[in-house]
């Protein structure tokens, strides 16, 4: 993490806003009234012990959950629920707790795949893959590379994922996700089993990604550290509820996040 | 003989045109030459012939600055590969003409930024076209190029740097960047930094610092803007001589502080193209690029022996890729320091290791036959047809598959050179019918010195005089050569330059050697000063003794002691790939490289390696007195950060000495443990101190015997 | 016009004017429906607990209905054959464990099934080549089943119960029962009922993987082996039975891979609907449509709840 | 050790991207197809070509189409015998509505029929997955079959109920119907499946395979990068179903000549269905390596005994076929749950690393 961490952009306008989201799995309440937003160009970090519903909120964010009350009010049009496919549309990517990759296909193919809402080319052409469906596959391939070269795993290009290290693979998911350039990423644990070196690097990327390209992230973690040193503001959850929302060192020293860190038995901080 | 080469000269620009596929005019002459001249010239026991001999460029041969070879290249070979990098994913190609756009439009910018003829200017970073792009632009404004370590710590980079007095840093990435921002304040002189990748620069201050980019859209600009500027430039590539200073190679010295070897542009056109011709080289080969620009060889090889022949450069996309951009490209000509041809030994090895037991009896058996014959079948001797059908069955099941897995299938001509290779190494790859030779060179001579013939390759010499080159023994059997091609002085240290350059153009090469009497070719002991006897007087040649022991896949490095002492102890460092794997076969378990270091069965291995090594230097009578008696393993790596090793690999041994002089001690005081604390250098810099209890072993050691007659040959 | 009259009002004429044909033709979809629901059992007990959809569960009861009137046929008195026939049935249990399912633990589910289609062809091909092709007739007399029928004269004709039929609803309520105990009341029960959460618990429940997979599949075995006793005592015992097993499916989808009790019901439903439509509405379409109506029940029944009658929601997580 | 890649290095993407990026590969690909196109043609016999090659090149086709749905789009179909069905009748209906249109092409439209039935039993794809959906298939299965035989309109009202396949010429030469030589038969069925060979590999290569593999590997992460879940699987529904639907034509137009409903019964559909298994899933080469293994060594077999001079039954050895066809399956499952052309791939990573173990 070279250079100075102070930010030379303005944190923008509202980009996503949770308002009063509820979500419930049967009996089960994940998320109570939850409200926050996060602003563009920021690294907003949402954090919480075990099963607070970190999330359970990242998926009602991109549309794999409905949430049965509250709304979510996305580039400032307001909706009861995202949709997957509107979200991904709209500019939301996502990684996942415990890798979703395409273990079946290369590193680079699974890149690929990132770009699939880019690429339009129609089905006859794919029949013959010449002409303008070539053409379309190597602009895209030429903007891929340009993420492998960023997340530098150009020596493993053509390996099938499944075979790679878990921290390679997670490096591959970031790298997916931003193969479609979105607006908003969102990182679920992005360095949940990486060791020092490995959660080193993982935070240059983060940051990289939100310097070089400008893209707003959202991530849950873990280690504490990482947070401070990454996050703009930290939303904290437990029990599904918001108990606090501010700057990392606000956060830091605010009674209800140690209570819900350190005084509840059920409060386990990995 | 001079007048011939002017005449033919005169006739050039059309004979470029018919002779095609030879690289340009320089080349063409020499290429001549050399054929007038062969076999019986170059050698040095008669200096007069030998001054006769060297093909002397006439100062008005028009191709005397690598600028003008790439001008020249872009209009005579325009539409051919000039550079390849292997970049996002596939080798983005440069044609002579491309290269030329790039190379005119950069150096223009850095004109325009203020650049000026005589000015110094660092290079740092990995073999990336633009880099070279940067060198070549420079030299076309007359500044000197000053290529830098690219691993170098800020420490060396602040020294080399302040001392040459640089102005213009043109660097790869933001690593580099760091470094020098590091010792700014100690670079009074240097008022700019060019990086190529902007990656993680963006909160940069951006007031020194510009991306390559900006610098060639400046140029671009300035040539649409201004009409003259292109014959400006083109007259300022024009006036250069081939008498200029071209560039300053920092020689990361095996003692003290680095030398600024400065070479003209003379020296190093006039040595690539002997090099070229000596070895037939023309537009058609592939070399891959990835030693370290600032080393010399690298700076020839890709460089200005690329220019002067029209070959292409291949820049590979990681340095981890190497192989495998090598096996993509097929190289043909090469050009490394054994210890690459000792990684590739050791890798080979090891992978092998691993393979099902017929698949390692069959590599076993066609690996002996290779032995038995593959050199002689090299070397065009008559073997009996079984051999052939033998050796060509193992081509197809073995060496074939073997080589193209590295992609050496292509190699035509392969040299080792900067530093001895053990001959059973050297013997390896010749069996396996690659084209191995020897060179001795030294950047003082813009590489060569002497190099062996295709016909007259042996693995203990290192060959006779490169064209051009006089060589004399001096009566303390120091290695004295001049040639067109030796250097003009270090830069500021007319001192040091005196004690290595005589006024008569010889140069002390510090290295001691003798004219091996059976092949007529120089054979290099050891440096002068680490020549050695023990306490009895008997001759003790530590670098012979450490090359045989590197020869074992499982030892890395080596350091033999005994000068002025009772006998010979030995240093060793395990090689981490071939003990670890090892150590997995034989479930030897281990947390680190010290405890894998210490274990008694590594011990144990290597005491075998030692003893053998015993056996060996028991045949040769000179050697036979200087066996090894006692060992250890040492628990870190030897490493370039810590000044145990040069930038090129080579083991500084008095460094190593005092910085472990407890094992030392211990060595000699026949005690059977030893404690040490050292401290190391983190990549990152910061530094760290580790302890280790490290075991000392005796090993016996063997009768001499006589000498075996037939092994020289 | 016509046709409409012919699909929305004439059946319901039909079934006003004729309640006796109705209720014979409930009692047949419900006899049927009896036997498809053991079949279906057959299924959800291996599914459940080694997550094996066993395709071979047709050919089984072929098979077990073979071996029995074959080992009868080649002169072994009745009861013995059914005797020697449970043995077989379990030597096929064990034999699938050990050659089948133990090699491909933790295989996808994708594989086993496959490899159950294995079974399946192989079951085909051996039962052919031991006893040959050709139709046999169920030894129905020799295992004491009853025959003949009982005859209700009323609701203006009269409705004749298949004394073989009442035996196999009789049989199949018993063979329920006896499953239901054997879940809910013993160990191996209840063990295996944790197979079906998880193979963790089963392991602690002290019962070895192997065992349990051996258990299910003999069960599976004695549920075909009864199917099969039943189905060729009302027809025949030839391979043509296989495909009853096929028309087994729905039920599965109506009642959840994974439930009893919804075995049970889909199959009294899909053996109810079947018959009736063949009945009345059949000849619309020139017949047979017995052979697919039940699939078209299923998929309907599927597009509206996923997990079938009786499975539980599925949340997927990720 | 064939494989000598040396100075085999890529300039561009598009080379880079190839469906056969090693020289050697295009190499042996060249070779097969000249053996294919014009040694079988020289010097096989009339056995070779009718009842091993023609077969053989039909069910590799019908083989790939169901491995796109299976293999590449991960859903499991049990109706492709259905679908062939709907080729071979729709590809009778078209003939003969319009005898004058070449029947090469109507084979291929035929194709576009089972395309669309395909898709609409594909619909329940979207609520249902695994084995519910398996069985949904088998509601296509039955319900077709019983459509070829209730259904007279089909078979154009023909006495026995079967498909009976009217002689067609091109450009003069007779290549369906009775006079049709197995010879030119061969050559249409070849290069027809040689092209769509061609295209498949096309589609798996690009955007379409990549959309499909991601949701075969894991769907919730493929609709989260946009990819519409049921427009990937409906179209991987239709083209497996026109594969099906061409190689269903071809069958019964170019080999059998003459069938009734039940050559699409369901054991059919089994019988594709172990081909792609033995063959790999996933793999285009593999269906052909299943098809081969699958249909020709029933053959093997029967010869066998024959060869030892051995009196066997016809139908014993059909018998032996099961039970060997059985064992082959699971024996495979056990041995190489990704078929034969992952043992391919074994080898030819071997070849490439060779003498290196890895």
Same mark, same amino acid.
């Given at each position: 993490?070279? +250079?100075?961490?102070?930010?030379?952009?303005?944190?923008?306008?509202?980009?996503?806003?949770?308002?009063?989201?509820?979500?419930?799995?049967?009996?089960?309440?994940?998320?109570?009234?939850?409200?926050?937003? #996060?602003?563009?160009?920021?690294?907003?970090?949402? #954090?919480?012990?075990?099963?607070?519903?970190?999330?359970?909120?990242?998926?009602? #964010?991109? +549309?794999?959950?409905?949430?049965?009350?509250?709304?979510?009010?996305?580039?400032?049009?307001?909706?009861?629920?995202?949709?997957?496919?509107?979200?991904? %549309?709209?500019?939301?990517?996502?990684?996942? %707790?415990?890798?979703?990759?395409?273990?079946?296909?290369?590193?680079?193919?699974?890149?690929?795949?990132?770009?699939?809402?880019?690429?339009?080319?129609?089905?006859?052409?794919?029949?013959?893959?010449?002409?303008?469906?070539l053409k379309e596959e190597v602009e895209h391939r030429r903007r891929v590379e340009e993420i492998i070269d960023f997340l530098e795993i150009a020596a493993i290009r053509k390996i099938q994922v499944g075979r790679l290290p878990y921290g390679?693979?997670?490096?591959?998911?970031? +790298?997916?996700?931003?193969?479609?350039?979105?607006?908003?990423l969102l990182l679920d644990e992005p360095m949940a089993g990486m060791n020092l070196e490995e959660k080193e690097d993982m935070s240059r990327f983060i940051l990289d990604v939100n310097r070089e390209y400008g893209t707003t992230i959202a991530l849950i973690e873990h280690d504490m550290g990482v947070v401070m040193d990454l996050s703009d503001r930290v939303v904290v959850l437990d029990y599904g509820q918001k108990i606090a929302d501010a700057a990392p060192n606000g956060v830091k020293c605010d009674k209800n996040v140690i209570r819900a860190y350190l005084g509840e038995p059920h409060g386990t901080s990995a | 003989m001079i007048a011939r080469i002017a005449g033919t000269c005169a006739l050039l620009p059309e004979h470029v045109l018919q002779l095609g596929r030879l690289g340009t005019c320089s080349l063409t002459v020499l290429a001549q030459v050399l054929r007038w001249q062969k076999p019986r010239h170059f050698t040095a026991f008669d200096p007069v012939t030998s001054g006769q001999g060297n093909p002397v460029l006439s100062p008005d041969l028009t191709l005397d600055t690598v600028p003008k070879l790439l001008l020249h290249n872009a209009r005579a070979i325009t539409g051919r590969p000039a550079v390849r990098h292997k970049d996002f994913g596939i080798w983005q190609t440069w044609t002579w003409r491309e290269t030329l756009n790039q190379v005119r439009a950069f150096s223009i910018g850095l004109a325009e930024l203020g650049l000026k003829r005589g000015d110094r200017f660092a290079i740092i970073g990995g073999n990336r076209p633009r880099l070279y792009w940067a060198i070549c632009a420079g030299q076309a404004l007359g500044a000197v190029p000053v290529p830098v370590y690219a691993d170098a710590v800020a420490e060396e980079m602040a020294y080399v740097l302040a001392h040459a007095e640089v102005t213009l840093a043109v660097v790869q990435d933001q690593e580099q960047v760091d470094k020098i921002a590091a010792v700014a304040d100690r670079l009074p002189h240097l008022a700019r930094v060019i990086y190529d990748e902007p990656r993680g620069l963006k909160d940069y201050g951006h007031g020194r610092l510009n991306t390559f980019e900006d610098v060639q859209r400046i140029g671009d600009e300035k040539l649409a803007s201004d009409g003259e500027c292109l014959g400006r430039w083109e007259d300022g590539i024009a006036v250069g001589k081939g008498s200029d200073l071209s560039i300053i190679l920092y020689t990361s010295g095996t003692t003290g502080r680095s030398k600024g070897v400065m070479l003209t542009h003379q020296n190093t056109i006039i040595s690539a193209c002997n090099a070229n011709a000596f070895d037939h080289l023309d537009q058609d080969e592939e070399v891959?690029?990835?030693?370290?620009?600032?080393?010399?060889?690298? =700076?020839?090889?890709? =460089?200005?022996?690329?220019?002067?022949?029209?070959?292409?450069?291949?820049?590979?996309?990681?340095?981890?890729t190497v192989v495998q951009d090598r096996r993509e490209i097929g190289t043909t000509y090469a050009l490394a320091p054994p210890r690459v041809y000792e990684t590739l030994l050791t890798l080979i090895m090891v992978r092998m290791a691993d393979a099902g037991a017929l698949k390692r009896k069959l590599f076993d058996f066609f690996l002996s036959v290779a032995k038995r014959w593959g050199e002689k079948i090299l070397d065009g001797e008559r073997v009996p047809p079984t051999a052939r059908l033998l050796y060509g069955l193992g081509n197809f099941l073995v060496y074939g598959p073997l080589k193209n897995q590295f992609g050496l299938s292509r190699i035509r001509v392969g040299y080792t050179a900067g530093e001895a290779i053990g001959p059973e190494i050297f013997r390896f790859y010749r069996a396996l019918g690659l084209n191995l030779k020897q060179l001795y060179g030294q950047t003082e001579a813009s590489v060569y010195v002497t190099a062996q013939l295709d016909d007259e390759v042996d693995a203990e010499t290192v060959g006779k005089?490169?064209?051009?080159?006089?060589?004399?023994?001096?009566?303390?059997?120091?290695?004295? =050569?001049?040639?067109?091609?030796?250097?003009?002085?270090?830069?500021?240290?007319?001192?040091?330059?005196?004690?290595?350059l005589t006024t008569d153009g010889w140069v002390h090469s510090g290295d001691a050697g003798f004219f091996d009497s059976k092949t007529g070719q120089l054979k290099i002991i050891d440096r002068v000063k680490d020549v050695g006897r023990l306490k009895d007087g008997t001759l003790f040649a530590p670098k012979y003794i450490e090359n045989k022991l590197k020869y074992y896949p499982n030892i890395r490095e080596a350091v033999a002691i005994g000068a002025g002492r009772d006998f010979v102890c030995a240093m060793v460092n395990i090689d981490l790939t071939a003990v670890g794997s090892w150590a997995e076969r034989n479930n030897v378990v281990y947390g680190s490289y010290q405890e894998l270091a210490g274990h008694p069965l590594v011990y144990e291995m290597i005491a075998q390696h030692i003893d053998e090594v015993n056996r060996s230097l028991a045949e040769e009578e000179v050697m036979a007195g200087a066996q090894i008696r006692r060992f250890l393993v040492l628990h870190k790596e030897l490493d370039p950060d810590d000044g145990e090793l040069t930038r090129t690999q080579k083991i500084r041994r008095g460094h190593i000495v005092d910085r472990y002089s407890p094992l030392v001690e211990a060595l000699y005081d026949r005690s059977t443990q030893a404690q040490i604390t050292t401290e190391i250098t983190f990549d990152d810099g910061h530094k760290g101190a580790i302890a280790a209890r490290i075991t000392i072993r005796d090993i016996n050691s063997y009768p001499a015997r006589a000498p075996k007659l037939e092994r020289a040959a | 016009m016509d046709l409409l009259y012919k699909i929305f009002i004439d059946p319901f004429v039909q079934m006003g004017t004729a309640p006796d044909l109705l209720v014979q033709t409930l009692w047949? $979809?419900?006899?049927?429906?009896?036997?498809?629901?053991?079949?279906?059992?057959?299924?959800?007990?291996?599914?459940?607990?080694?997550?094996?959809?066993?395709?071979?569960?047709?050919?089984?009861?072929?098979?077990?209905?073979?071996?029995?009137?074959?080992?009868?046929?080649?002169?072994?008195?009745?009861?013995?054959?059914?005797?020697?026939?449970?043995?077989?049935?379990?030597?096929?249990?064990?034999?699938?464990?050990?050659?089948?399912?133990?090699?491909?633990?933790?295989?996808?589910?994708?594989?086993?099934?496959?490899?159950?289609?294995?079974?399946?062809?192989?079951?085909?091909?051996?039962?052919?080549?031991?006893?040959?092709?050709?139709?046999?007739?169920?030894?129905?007399?020799?295992?004491?089943?009853p025959s003949g029928a009982i005859e209700f004269r009323g609701l203006g004709g009269f409705v004749s119960f298949q004394k073989i039929d009442i035996a196999a609803v009789g049989i199949t309520s018993i063979m329920v029962a006896v499953l239901a105990v054997f879940f809910q009341r013993t160990r191996i029960g209840r063990a295996l009922r944790a197979v079906a959460d998880s193979h963790q618990a089963a392991l602690s429940v002290g019962i070895s993987l192997e065992q349990?997979?051996?258990?299910?599949?003999?069960?599976?075995?004695?549920?075909?082996?009864?199917?099969?006793?039943?189905?060729?005592?009302?027809?025949?015992?030839?391979?043509?039975?296989?495909?009853?097993?096929?028309?087994?499916?729905?039920?599965?989808?109506?009642?959840?891979?994974?439930?009893?009790?919804?075995?049970?019901?889909? $199959?009294?439903?899909?053996?109810?609907?079947?018959?009736?439509?063949?009945?009345?509405?059949?000849?619309?379409?020139g017949g047979g449509i017995d052979t697919w109506f039940s699939y078209v029940i299923a998929l309907g029944f599927l597009v509206f709840r996923p997990q079938g009658l009786f499975g539980e929601k599925l949340i997927e997580r990720i | 050790?064939?494989?000598? &890649?040396? /100075?085999?290095?890529?300039?561009?993407?598009?080379?880079?991207? @190839?469906?056969?990026?090693?020289?050697?590969?295009?190499?042996?690909?060249?070779?097969?197809?000249?053996?294919?196109?014009?040694?079988?043609?020289?010097?096989?016999?009339?056995?070779?070509?009718?009842?091993?090659?023609?077969?053989?090149?039909?069910?590799?086709?019908?083989?790939?189409?169901?491995?796109?749905?299976?293999?590449?789009?991960?859903?499991?179909?049990?109706?492709?015998?259905?679908?062939?069905?709907?080729?071979?009748? @729709?590809?009778?209906?078209?003939?003969?509505?319009?005898?004058?249109?070449?029947?090469?092409?109507?084979?291929?439209?035929?194709?576009?029929?089972? @395309?669309?039935?395909?898709?609409?039993? /594909?619909?329940?794809?979207?609520?249902?997955?695994?084995f519910y959906l398996a069985v949904a298939t088998l509601a296509a299965q039955f319900f077709l079959e019983w459509c070829f035989t209730r259904i007279p309109w089909l078979y154009n009202n023909s006495v026995s109920g079967a498909i009976e396949v009217p002689l067609r010429k091109l450009m003069g030469v007779p290549i369906t119907g009775p006079t049709?030589?197995?010879?030119?038969?061969?050559?249409?069925?070849?290069?027809?499946?040689?092209?769509?060979?061609?295209? @498949?590999?096309?589609?798996?290569?690009?955007?379409?395979?990549?959309?499909?593999?991601?949701?075969?590997?894991?769907?919730?992460?493929? &609709?989260?990068?946009?990819?519409?879940?049921?427009?990937?699987?409906?179209?991987?529904?239709?083209?497996?179903?026109?594969?099906?639907?061409?190689?269903?034509?071809?069958?019964v137009f170019l080999w059998y000549g003459g069938a009734e409903a039940d050559v699409f019964n369901i054991n059919q559909s089994f019988l594709i269905l172990f081909m792609v298994i033995i063959g790999g899933l996933g793999t285009l080469i593999g269906s052909y390596f299943g098809a081969a293994l699958i249909y020709i060594l029933p053959i093997g077999l029967r010869a066998i005994p024959a060869a030892f001079g051995l009196p066997i039954r016809p139908a014993t050895s059909e018998q032996l076929t099961f039970v060997i066809v059985g064992m082959l399956i699971i024996i495979f499952l056990v041995l190489e749950p990704n078929g034969l052309a992952r043992l391919w791939q074994i080898a030819k990573q071997k070849l490439r690393v060779w003498p290196f173990p890895y």
């Open positions: 993490m070279k +250079g100075p961490r102070a930010r030379d952009v303005d944190l923008g306008t509202v980009l996503l806003a949770v308002e009063n989201v509820s979500l419930a799995f049967g009996g089960v309440q994940a998320l109570t009234d939850v409200s926050f937003d #996060i602003r563009k160009g920021e690294i907003r970090a949402i #954090i919480g012990p075990n099963g607070a519903g970190k999330t359970s909120m990242l998926n009602v #964010i991109n +549309g794999f959950y409905q949430p049965n009350s509250g709304r979510i009010i996305f580039k400032g049009e307001p909706r009861a629920a995202m949709r997957p496919y509107a979200a991904a %549309q709209g500019g939301i990517a996502r990684t996942f %707790q415990n890798l979703a990759l395409f273990r079946g296909m290369t590193v680079l193919d699974n890149i690929m795949a990132g770009r699939a809402l880019k690429m339009r080319r129609g089905f006859f052409w794919q029949l013959i893959r010449h002409g303008p469906a390679l693979q997670k490096r591959v998911e970031l +790298g997916r996700a931003l193969a479609m350039e979105p607006d908003l | 891959i690029a990835y030693l370290p620009l600032a080393w010399v060889g690298d =700076y020839m090889l890709s =460089y200005v022996q690329s220019y002067a022949a029209g070959y292409c450069v291949n820049c590979p996309e990681t340095p981890e005089p490169s064209p051009g080159v006089e060589v004399q023994i001096s009566e303390k059997g120091e290695v004295l =050569y001049r040639s067109p091609g030796v250097f003009v002085g270090y830069y500021k240290d007319p001192d040091g330059t005196a004690e290595v | 047949d $979809g419900f006899v049927a429906g009896a036997l498809y629901a053991l079949i279906a059992l057959g299924f959800v007990l291996i599914f459940k607990a080694s997550g094996v959809f066993n395709f071979a569960q047709g050919i089984m009861v072929v098979f077990a209905a073979l071996t029995l009137v074959g080992l009868h046929e080649r002169g072994v008195p009745a009861f013995l054959a059914l005797g020697l026939t449970i043995v077989v049935m379990l030597a096929l249990a064990i034999g699938v464990e050990r050659l089948v399912l133990r090699p491909l633990v933790n295989q996808s589910d994708f594989i086993l099934f496959m490899a159950t289609f294995g079974l399946t062809y192989f079951l085909i091909g051996l039962g052919q080549l031991v006893f040959g092709g050709n139709p046999k007739v169920m030894i129905a007399n020799d295992l004491y089943l349990i997979w051996v258990i299910v599949w003999f069960a599976a075995g004695i549920v075909a082996l009864t199917t099969g006793i039943m189905w060729g005592a009302r027809s025949q015992v030839d391979f043509s039975l296989e495909i009853i097993a096929l028309r087994a499916l729905p039920v599965l989808i109506l009642g959840g891979l994974t439930s009893i009790p919804g075995a049970i019901v889909g $199959g009294l439903i899909i053996g109810v609907g079947e018959k009736l439509v063949e009945f009345y509405w059949g000849p619309l379409l | 050790m064939f494989y000598r &890649e040396v /100075g085999q290095y890529k300039t561009s993407y598009a080379a880079d991207m @190839a469906v056969f990026p090693i020289l050697q590969d295009r190499i042996g690909l060249a070779i097969i197809l000249v053996i294919a196109f014009v040694l079988v043609p020289l010097l096989g016999n009339d056995f070779l070509l009718n009842s091993v090659l023609i077969p053989f090149l039909i069910f590799s086709l019908a083989t790939i189409g169901l491995n796109l749905l299976t293999g590449y789009a991960g859903l499991l179909s049990l109706g492709t015998g259905a679908f062939m069905g709907v080729g071979a009748y @729709a590809c009778l209906k078209l003939t003969t509505s319009f005898p004058l249109v070449n029947i090469v092409i109507w084979i291929l439209v035929s194709g576009f029929f089972s @395309a669309a039935v395909g898709t609409l039993f /594909g619909l329940p794809s979207l609520r249902i997955k695994g049709a030589t197995s010879l030119t038969r061969y050559l249409v069925v070849l290069s027809i499946v040689v092209v769509m060979t061609w295209i @498949a590999a096309n589609l798996v290569h690009g955007r379409i395979g990549r959309m499909w593999m991601s949701v075969r590997d894991m769907d919730l992460a493929a &609709e989260l990068i946009g990819i519409r879940l049921l427009r990937a699987k409906l179209l991987a529904f239709a083209v497996s179903s026109f594969y099906s639907g061409v190689a269903g034509a071809m069958l």
